[in-house]
């Protein structure tokens, strides 16, 4: 079975301009969450969907958006993008969005703004 | 202000020895904590968790310790195997079914486990 998968892999953007990163659960799964990790910290909570329903959003400003399609695939969209946003993106996703342990994330996405 | 702390960011052991990573917390809603392990290219994968009901549980060579009146935790490898060496994170949360975005993530311990 394919795990979760993100694309693309590397990216290198330029300061104002927009992003879109790609997440695929596992088949089955139906929440999808996206997280940000900045070098030496933790992921930290950006968006949840289940059901392509949002039921979660982190402190995050919203030049961040994303959405999640009919099969269960996720797009995480930033624009105006920050050198400041230069991190690994990761997409986990899970049967359901609430057992914490129940998670599988992706490879992530490593974004770098010059 | 960090939640979750793991205050260091890297710990080298030999191979066959134990190997120690701590955690401690500040928020005492916290009762539900998980290790994830993460390799370099890879996304973090789920290792071990321990509810605040335990003051131990065990998987393996994957011991996890709860002291919560110091609001501490550490996850112990015995015997550490190179193939151990990897970024260990520790994760809180209200509850072991929460929403994601309560699980709070501890900035990572590096561990080299060398031959």
């Known amino acids: 079975d394919a795990g979760v998968t993100q694309s693309p892999t590397h990216l290198i953007k330029t300061r104002g301009q927009h992003v879109t990163l790609r997440c695929s659960p596992i088949s089955g799964h139906k929440s999808v969450s996206w997280y940000q990790q900045v070098l030496g910290q933790g992921p930290q909570f950006i968006f949840q969907?289940?059901?392509?329903?949002?039921?979660g959003r982190g402190n995050f400003p919203d030049r961040f958006s994303a959405r999640q399609f009919p099969n269960y695939s996720s797009e995480l969209n930033v624009n105006a993008l920050l050198l400041g946003d230069s991190a690994l993106y990761l997409c986990?996703?899970?049967?359901?969005?609430?057992?914490?342990?129940?998670?599988?994330f992706g490879s992530g996405t490593r974004l770098t703004v010059v | 202000d960090q939640q979750v702390k793991q205050n260091s960011p890297s710990l080298s052991v030999q191979e066959g020895r134990i190997s120690i990573l701590n955690c401690d917390y500040t928020?005492?809603?916290?009762?539900?904590f998980l290790w994830y392990k993460k390799y370099p290219a890879e996304g973090p994968t789920f290792l071990i968790s321990i509810s605040s009901i335990k003051d131990k549980n065990e998987d393996g060579r994957f011991t996890v310790f709860l002291n919560k009146s110091a609001k501490h935790l550490s996850l112990h490898i015995v015997p550490s195997q190179p193939g151990d060496s990897a970024v260990y994170f520790c994760a809180a949360t209200a509850g072991e079914k929460t929403s994601y975005d309560k699980v709070i993530f501890g900035p990572g311990t590096s561990l080299s486990v060398i031959p």
């Open positions: 969907y289940y059901e392509k329903e949002e039921r």
């Open positions: 928020n005492s809603m916290f009762d539900y």
């Open positions: 986990a996703s899970s049967w359901d969005p609430v057992t914490a342990s129940g998670y599988t």
